[in-house]
Nanobody, 115 residues
Framework: QVQLVESGGGLVQAGGFLRLSCAAS????????MAWYRQAPGKQREFVAQ???????VYADSVKGRFTISRDNAKNTVYLQMNSLKAVDTAVYYC?????????WGQGTQVIVSS
């Protein structure tokens, strides 16, 4: 069982930056793949980025070059550094831990980018 708590969201102007954190409790953090998703008002939840247990990263085209996902297994935490933010990045951002068909989700953190 893994519990995830996101933090770091807030209100930022377009062109600004934020760093989201997702702290995990429970055992075995290092063997989980981790991902960030987001859900804008009236839209479906969409993939943003993931980092595998082996540190391989994948990004959605919409954030490539602007967002960076990283993890610190010693701190049981995954991060999402978001630069050059745009109004379209406004959403609730969710953290997910997954492996072998098992998913755990956090409660989300709100990001609002004003234009």
């Amino acid at each position: 069982q893994v519990q995830l708590v996101e933090s770091g969201g807030g209100l930022v102007q377009a062109g600004g930056f934020l760093r989201l954190s997702c702290a995990a409790s429970g055992s075995g953090f290092s063997i989980y793949h981790m991902a960030w998703y987001r859900q804008a008002p009236g839209k479906q939840r969409e993939f943003v980025a993931q980092i595998t247990s082996g540190q391989i990263t994948v990004y959605a085209d919409s954030v490539k070059g602007r967002f960076t996902i990283s993890r610190d297994n010693a701190k049981n935490t995954v991060y999402l550094q978001m630069n050059s933010l745009k109004a379209v990045d406004t959403a609730v951002y969710y953290c997910k831990a997954f492996k072998q068909g098992i998913d755990y989700w956090g409660q989300g953190t709100q990001v609002i980018v004003s234009s």
